[in-house]
């Protein structure tokens, strides 16, 4: 078994609106893939139909480690080995990290003395301790939130993290660290797919692959040149050498959440 991820197929509407369409990506285990796009292209969907949020029409296939995802419940998914970080992680008051991890383990048949020795060991490689007994997320920084994140997917070993925007939000120097540890929670039992609109953090860490999506579609794959081309003429220059229609004028709907990050690429 060497993919963590396969998805074929796959599209998905809400309301009436068509937002992935015919979409294929696949994660290898002990990969890194960023999938970069401008806003409204369908990232975060793919991550909610991957996980199972319902309202979605879904249509084509998903596997995680060659078991059939889109017939499970949200629930089962997740015991299956797959996770997610949010883009805006939720602060819960009243639980503490340690505690959420223990619970989260134990839920997912893991050992209570094994997930409390790795919680210690983690925490430690990953600069976690001072937060295990602190509330859920609770005043955190945006970027202390995300490591949180990341360090409860390294505790809890799924096969399969998806990392929703994992940069946005963040100053420079947490965006540096936050890659930092997504590249050290690299693993060869697990597949990580990284969703960025921004090439600045694939300056600190080392992805096999990168995907663009256009329109609810991957419309190209590539290393690092990918990045690069994409730095330097966005995402206009790319769809006009895919020969993609461009934007309709006015661009994408702005999000609120659009507002709070720092020179999108797609601007
Ligand atoms: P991204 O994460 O790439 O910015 P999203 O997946 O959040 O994009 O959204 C893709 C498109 O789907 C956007 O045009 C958005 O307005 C639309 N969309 C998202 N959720 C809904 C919904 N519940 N109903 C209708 N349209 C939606
Ligand atoms: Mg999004």
Do not use: W
């Not at 661009?251 to 720092?262: C, V």
């Amino acid at each position: 078994m060497t993919t963590a991820l396969r998805v074929e197929d796959l599209s998905a509407g809400i309301d009436g609106n068509q937002i992935l369409k015919e979409l294929d990506i696949e994660v290898p285990f002990g990969e890194i893939h960023a999938v970069m796009g401008p806003n409204g292209s369908g990232k975060s969907t793919l991550c909610h139909v991957l996980t199972g949020k319902s309202g979605y029409k879904v249509n084509g296939s998903a596997e995680l480690a060659g078991q059939d995802l889109l017939s499970l419940d949200v629930d089962e998914r997740s015991r299956l080995g797959l996770m997610q970080s949010f883009q805006y992680p939720t602060e819960v008051p009243g639980v503490r990290l340690r505690e959420f991890l223990l619970e989260s383990a134990d839920e997912r048949g893991i050992d209570h003395q094994v997930a409390a020795e790795r919680i210690e060991q983690e925490a430690e490689r990953f600069g976690m301790e001072r937060f295990l007994d602190r509330s859920l997320n609770d005043d955190l920084s945006g970027g202390e939130k995300k490591k949180s994140e990341i360090f409860q997917i390294v505790v809890l070993q799924p096969k399969m993290a998806l990392l929703d925007e994992v940069d946005s939000g963040l100053d420079i120097d947490a965006v540096r660290t936050v890659a930092e540890a997504v590249e050290e929670m690299r693993s060869p039992d697990m597949g990580i797919l990284m969703i960025t609109h921004y090439s600045r953090i694939l300056n600190y860490l080392d992805v096999d692959r990168i995907h663009v999506m256009i329109d609810g579609q991957i419309v190209d794959s590539g290393g690092s040149e990918l990045a690069d081309e994409l730095e330097e003429g966005g995402y206009a220059a790319l769809r006009e050498r895919l020969g993609i229609e461009p934007e309709p004028e006015g661009g994408p709907m702005r999000k609120p959440s659009d507002f709070f990050t720092e020179t999108p690429f797609d601007i």
